[in-house]
Nanobody, 122 residues
Framework: VQLQASGGGLVQAGGSLRLSCAAS????????MNWYRQAPGKERELVAG???????NYADSVKGRFTISRDNAKNTVYLQMNSLRPEDTAVYYC?????????????????WGQGTLVTVSS
C-alpha cells in the first residue's frame, strides 16, 4: 500500500491550499484517514481525521479554517486549508488505516505518505 500526498507549496498568510492524499495498492477497505503535520523543531501533531463514514475531527488550532474530506471510491483524503497562518508552516503527512484483506479477524494497518511541505509567509 502506498500513500501519495500532494498539494503543498508556498502561500501568503490568509491564503488557501488544498492537500490531497491518494492510497493505492492492495486495499480492501480503509477506516480512518488522518492528516498530521510536523513543524521544524516540533513534534508531529494530528491536524484532522475522518472516519470511513465521513465523521471529521480537528485540532483546536485549525477548527473553522481547515476542512477534511474523503472520496472512498478514489481512496483519497483531502485537506482544504483556508486562512492560513505562518504557524501552519510544516510538513504535512497523511496516514490511513487500511485493511488489505477481507479475511475474518484480519487487522488493519496504518500506512503513511511521504509528506508535503506547506510554507506560509507573513
Amino acid at each position: 500500500v502506498q500513500l501519495q500526498a500532494s498539494g503543498g507549496g508556498l502561500v501568503q498568510a490568509g491564503g488557501s491550499l488544498r492537500l490531497s492524499c491518494a492510497a493505492s495498492g492492495s486495499i480492501f477497505t480503509i477506516n480512518d484517514m488522518n492528516w498530521y503535520r510536523q513543524a521544524p523543531g516540533k513534534e508531529r501533531e494530528l491536524v484532522a481525521g475522518i472516519t470511513s463514514i465521513g465523521r471529521p475531527n480537528y485540532a483546536d488550532s485549525v477548527k473553522g479554517r481547515f476542512t477534511i474530506s474523503r472520496d472512498n471510491a478514489k481512496n483519497t483524503v483531502y485537506l482544504q486549508m483556508n486562512s492560513l497562518r505562518p504557524e501552519d508552516t510544516a510538513v504535512y503527512y497523511c496516514a490511513a488505516e487500511v485493511y488489505i484483506t477481507s479475511r475474518p479477524g484480519a487487522r488493519a494497518y496504518w500506512y503513511w505518505g511521504q509528506g508535503t511541505l506547506v510554507t506560509v509567509s507573513s
